[in-house]
């Protein structure tokens, strides 16, 4: 909570001086005491802690999927670790995970099942889960068949679906496809419109509160208070940025303001 308390005052310092600095203290304290809720500091750490470990256990039996784990993918791993900013402790925590992942007596539906806990059905904690494990696969620049099947076996694992997979690929794929002049092509708008979860012919309407909900859901903050480690608050922002750019591309093609 003082890091959260810290950040707040940098920002409102930078935003409005002194009596930003106050303010945005203030704020800082209360979003940070509601989020913890009645879960206490030390649950949140616990889940936290516990979240990370089955995330790279995951990854270390996707990563095995095709019968062995190659170099090319021990180095996938390792810039993944750096990637989150995993030093120390966390780093050799996600390191032993990711090897028990890897054992020939890995029980990967145990493990889902513990991550189903972790996260209390919260879709937006499942899919930062998801996302993760995706980045880590198509790192090397390809998906092994036998490893998008182990990935649809976790998805499902975890209760979501193939059409929240493709939402992360789109996802991942981001402004690819931005052609001259800015414009999105029909590939970059037709991922944008997956990112947010409605059809082309949504209305503007519809279109702006799933945006809205998607936004409220993804916020790096609650999702943290839900149980996501620290090291993983770069990618949840990263979900929001690709939300947000998802939104604009749909605007400009639009021609909404």
């Not at 402790?89 to 493990?111: N, P, S, T, V």
């Not at 922002?237 to 605007?251: F, G, L, N, P, V």
Request: a neutral charge; proline letters at 2%; hydrophobic letters at 45%.
């Amino acid at each position: 909570m003082l890091t959260a308390i810290l950040i707040g005052a940098v920002l409102g310092y930078w935003i409005g001086g002194l009596v930003g600095l106050l303010v945005g203290a203030i704020a800082a304290g209360w979003l940070a005491r509601r989020l913890v809720g009645g879960l206490g500091i030390a649950r949140v750490a616990q889940l936290q802690n516990q979240f990370l470990d089955s995330t790279f256990a995951v990854m270390g039996c996707l990563c095995k999927a095709d019968g062995h784990v190659s170099a090319d993918e021990e180095r996938v791993a390792e810039r993944l670790y750096d990637r989150l900013h995993l030093s120390g402790a966390l780093r050799e925590q996600a390191r032993a995970a990711f090897e028990r992942g890897k054992a020939d007596d890995f029980d990967l539906d145990a493990e889902l099942t513990t991550v189903r806990r972790l996260t209390r059905g919260q879709r937006a904690l499942l899919q930062v889960f998801l996302q993760v494990q995706l980045s880590a696969i198509v790192a090397d620049g390809r998906i092994d068949p036998a490893e998008h099947e182990m990935l649809l076996r976790v998805a499902r694992g975890l209760g979501c679906s193939e059409a929240e997979i493709a939402q992360i690929e789109a996802m991942l794929r981001g402004g690819a496809g931005q052609q001259p002049g800015g414009a999105p092509s029909e590939q970059a708008l037709e991922d944008a419109y997956r990112v947010l979860g409605v059809e082309r012919d949504a209305s503007d309407a519809e279109i702006k509160r799933a945006y809205r909900r998607l936004m409220s859901q993804n916020h790096p903050d609650k999702l943290a208070g839900k149980g996501l480690p620290e090291s993983m608050r770069e990618m949840a922002e990263a979900r929001t940025r690709e939300i947000t750019h998802a939104y604009d591309q749909i605007k400009q093609a639009r021609g909404s303001a």
